[in-house]
């Protein structure tokens, strides 16, 4: 299984735009890229994917770099309500939508 | 209403107790997930349901079982409870037709705490 590695945490501010890095050098070529968020009390929920070229959304934007080997998720304007543990996952496209959590990155957002 | 439920919410047991959780879905998917959560840890799959006539182990499936009563409707059995199952559980579902989209919808989880 491809292993991501992520930033435990990091801050930002309020109406800035956030960065979030993940490296998964270990990535096949079928496995899609997603983003998943955890905010305080709740299930996980579904952020943004990708295979290959740049993605954007209502929530966000997916950077995805040229070999793969790494990604990056775009807030373009953080607010409190995005203070969560973002998740990277490779989906493994031969397992069928099974999805790898690892410890993610705890985004905390400064008013 | 919920499109993803999930009963109990809470629940405190006894070890050696056996003890069902139960998850209910309205979104018509056939992709169900169970999954638990500790502290400060990511999620970890512990059964998973491509259909009503499959039922595959993840990664830590050890202690407990699952039943797939519905298409709807996909339960979690701890036989014996043991406290180092106190834990977040959490079903999800999903719709696999579109190809690469694994977005799985979660329930809102039930807390387990095992004495």
């Known amino acids: 299984d491809a292993k991501t590695t992520q930033p435990n945490s990091m801050e930002s501010n309020e109406e800035e735009p956030v960065h979030l890095p993940c490296n998964h050098s270990?990535?096949?070529?079928?496995?899609?890229i997603h983003w998943y968020r955890q905010l305080p009390s709740q299930g996980p929920e579904y952020v943004i994917h990708?295979?290959?070229s740049n993605v954007n959304n209502r929530m966000a934007s997916l950077a995805i770099a040229e070999d793969r080997k790494s990604s990056t998720l775009i807030l373009h304007r953080a607010t409190l309500r995005d203070a969560a543990v973002y998740y990277c996952?490779?989906?493994?496209?031969?397992?069928?939508?099974?999805?790898?959590f690892g410890q993610g990155t705890e985004l905390s957002v400064k008013p | 209403d919920a499109d993803v439920t999930q009963t109990p919410r809470n629940r405190i047991t006894k070890t050696g107790k056996r003890i069902m959780l139960e998850c209910s879905q309205t979104?018509?998917?056939?992709?169900m997930y169970w999954y638990r959560q500790d502290p400060g840890l990511g999620l970890r799959l512990i059964y998973y349901?491509?259909?009503?006539?499959?039922?595959n182990k993840g990664e830590i499936s050890d202690g407990y079982s699952v039943s797939r009563q519905a298409q709807a409707k996909f339960s979690l059995s701890l036989e014996s409870a043991i406290p180092n199952q106190t834990a977040l559980y959490f079903c999800?579902?999903?719709?696999?037709?579109?190809?690469?989209?694994?977005?799985?919808?979660f329930g809102p989880g039930t807390r387990l705490t095992v004495l």
């Open positions: 999800a579902t999903s719709d696999f037709r579109v190809l690469g989209r694994d977005e799985q919808f």
């Open positions: 270990t990535i096949s070529g079928t496995d899609y």
């Open positions: 990708g295979l290959t």
């Open positions: 996952i490779p989906s493994i496209y031969n397992q069928g939508g099974k999805l790898i």
């Open positions: 979104k018509g998917h056939d992709r």
């Open positions: 349901s491509f259909d009503v006539k499959d039922i």
